[in-house]
């Protein structure tokens, strides 16, 4: 008996439930297990992770996969998804079950030790746990291959076919340029921005979010948001897509984009194309392209004169007492502040590649093996006084504010850039679509975007993506184009 | 190469871990799910009881248990796990692993078709699937096997060895008995209720039930309360146990009790074995003994004279408008008013029994296919007039009320009764105990409850357990007393 298709969307299907059951069982970690909770979890995320990786490597089903893909009968969207499946599967083959397992354990140990150090505001607690999963990471570069550098098998996991080198060169070019805008920036008048670290209440503050959310069309019928220590986005099917934020009562910038950016991520899950559940083509892009959705919403959207000309009033209707006698245009320079800073997440769309220029440079020398998890704290603080011109105070400030180490996720940061960059170059398309551009309405932009980005699923590369949407290849051009005419805005 | 324990604690633990992810996301779909969420959820817990069920069945695990039972290096302990695991084992194989994935998609569709039902306050959408899972019921009681009745297969799954001629002795003894205490009551001046259907806040009323919840001293470490439209109690293991809770502004009564009754069933789950997590004698003993639990807290101790003597301060305090002109004494005797109605989980403790009856017998014709799902309505209403003399209005107050048969729950109500027997049997026992027995302090119940029912896991059936802790087999005497006490107390 031939196999079929249908016997491939069954066995895939399967695969698709059990990762997506884990899934839940992490969003409940982040959001609602209560303390004690996390001993067991850690056990039945590692079986669920376990299984799910034996049975999409069963050898069953790469005889299904390889048969299937020498079959006549298959049209090119299926067999597009067939090849997509037998790369996973090939890929996934070169780690053991009992290994997936062991990751899944220590990124879990890890985790918590993460969120014990930063209690105590001192790196001591995660370093070991660190490094451990740095050795496991290590081994996991070496199991997948690689031709020049071990991280770029792990960059390879957020981004297929993007190296070492290439970020290297990117960023060769964009930090002088970025540096270049950023002293020039500092010989203006800096613009006031002290009113929106005021207190702004919890339950306003929530209130506001989703408000929000729901203007840039984001589905709460088929998506919820909930309160994380660490905002994120995660995703069951394009019917359950799940956001969280966090608030902090005396900074209104913190949720609000936050609140943006994971609602760009949500929206791309939500506009995929949910007849694929499960399969290649139902799932996103890469993660550089899943980040240029929540950075082209918090920042070419979020962060423009426009949408806050429009939806202003709604900031002005919860917080009356601080926003009545402000402008529109005076609350767009303050969220348009550029001043080098401590937090990552917090920083302004110039100095924010810095933040992530230092991370990629201590990751590779992490999975190089040339530092060690122990000399994150001094080397990191060295890098923010070289880059950044700042002193870091303390850990927390410093190299425990991001959780994606504690997760297991080495190189990853380097797709935030790259999202940046990319929702730069999509924006100038998007903005040159129509006479009148104005995101009032952000119904067009979300328009281009499921048939430029979303519908398109896994079957193109980041960079096909790019090329089709845009005519070409990710040109930084474009964001230095975007950053020079806001930022001229901003400071005259 | 010989079988170890530790193999099969490997095992049974994959297992468990399995079919407690299943639960987490049963449990999500109560409380947080999105509303478009349902169809692939439904296929995502299909997924996971069938993997669960598949391990657990397969040939290699039973090899290991019937090697591991004749093992000379077994403690009596161990054995007693491995004993009931192949008891499990034996059971589980008589269902193959289509017919579980089936089950579970049955139901999924059945409990929206119920929700929908609800909705529209008619039966009729709800009847086609409600017939289906009852057509699957009478096959999984032809494949569990019997002897007499195949009811007796189902009640089996809730309360092993427990058949349907012993509970319809149970009750054949008890109706009269009931029916004749009710009557006597109803000759007496009814007491007032009605200030308990005043408004109260839903915040007010939420923060009151996690008061009382600390008050019966289950830990929030370990577990926490949700909202949904149906309350019920999981649990992932002890340290997680999830409990759930609605809240009607127009009836406090509905909330109280509802936290104290669930509470009752996260108190068992708490307390169980946790160093025996995913083995049996980590697991309750049966639905009766966790009834028993439930009832124990909701009815013996929180419906009683002396919980609210000492408790009451805490309701005056959330409602003083209420309940500052109300004494304690009076509360009691309203929360404790007799009077045949229509919604079970609000009935009182003596016509309760009665609302069990009508579905014990409702159920007995559905499983012998004597009753046809179309013709429920009209012989529910039929049986409300016969027994509580009360005409139904319509489905939601009538055949719909209840969750349990959507969720394939057959069987199962009977534990209720059983529960509540044992429940007044236990308390007796307790009450023994000290001298200035006073449920001010409720912590020797549960000190007495953890060491004579939790501790035991499920290593004894509940009629062993029952005899162990007081000396005696079920004995439906000691409910009647202490009713007899109580109603003596409300109505003189």
């Known amino acids: 008996m ?23 069982l992490q969003w409940d970690q982040e959001t609602y297990l209560p303390p004690k909770g996390n001993y067991f979890r850690a056990q039945q995320l590692a079986t669920l992770d376990e299984t799910a990786h034996s049975l999409f490597t069963n050898k069953k089903f790469g005889s299904l996969l390889n048969s299937l893909l020498s079959s006549s009968s298959l049209t090119t969207h299926q067999k597009k998804n067939i090849e997509i499946s037998l790369y996973d599967y090939q890929k996934a083959k070169k780690l053991t079950p009992a290994f997936v397992r062991k990751m899944s354990e220590v990124i879990n140990h890890s985790f918590h030790a993460w969120i014990k150090a930063r209690k105590e505001n001192d790196f001591s607690p995660f370093e070991k746990p660190l490094q451990e999963i740095i050795n496991l990471k290590r081994i996991e570069a070496d199991s997948l291959g690689y031709s020049s550098h071990p991280y770029d098998a792990l960059i390879n996991n957020y981004d297929k076919g993007v190296t070492t080198e290439k970020i290297n060169n990117l960023f060769d070019t964009l930090q002088p340029k970025l540096k270049s805008l950023i002293n020039e920036i500092a010989e203006h008048p800096q613009v006031d921005n002290s009113f929106l670290k005021r207190f702004y209440s919890k339950e306003k503050q929530w209130q506001l979010g989703i408000e929000l959310l729901k203007r840039i069309h984001f589905d709460f019928d088929a998506g919820r948001q909930d309160i994380s220590e660490h905002p994120f986005t995660t995703s069951f099917n394009t019917q359950d897509v799940r956001l969280t934020t966090r608030i902090d009562e005396n900074d209104l910038e913190n949720m609000v984009w936050s609140c943006l950016h994971e609602g760009g991520h949500g929206l791309y899950e939500q506009g995929l194309p949910s007849e694929e559940y499960g399969l290649p083509q139902g799932e996103y892009c890469s993660i550089s392209i899943h980040e240029s959705q929540s950075r082209l919403w918090e920042n070419c959207v979020g962060r423009s004169l426009s949408f806050w000309q429009a939806n202003y009033p709604l900031i002005q209707n919860y917080f009356p007492e601080t926003f009545s006698n402000i402008s529109s245009l005076d609350f767009f320079k303050a969220i348009n502040k550029v001043q080098p800073s401590l937090i990552r997440t917090e920083a302004d769309e110039l100095t924010y590649h810095l933040h992530i220029m230092i991370r990629f440079e201590l990751e590779k020398d992490l999975i190089m093996g040339t530092l060690k998890a122990k000399d994150i704290p001094a080397r990191w603080n060295e890098l923010y006084k070289k880059h950044l011109r ?47 551009f104005n995101l009032a309405d952000t119904h067009p932009v979300l328009t281009w975007l499921q048939s430029n980005i979303y519908a398109h699923g896994r079957s193109l590369t980041s960079e096909e993506i790019c090329k089709k949407a845009t005519g070409e290849s990710l040109n930084i051009n474009y964001f230095l184009e975007y950053a020079h005419k806001k930022f001229q805005m901003v400071y005259n």
Chains 1, 2 share one sequence.
């Open 390 to 436: 700042i002193n870091v105070p303390n850990d927390n400030l410093g190299c425990l504010q991001d959780v994606h180490w504690s997760h297991g996720s080495f190189g990853y940061f380097a797709t935030y850039s790259l999202g940046s960059l990319y929702a730069a170059q999509f924006f100038n398309v998007i903005e040159k679509s129509s006479d009148n």
């Open 2 to 24: 031939p196999y079929t298709y249908s016997q491939y969307l069954k066995y895939i299907n399967k695969v698709a439930d059990i990762k997506f059951a884990s899934a839940l």
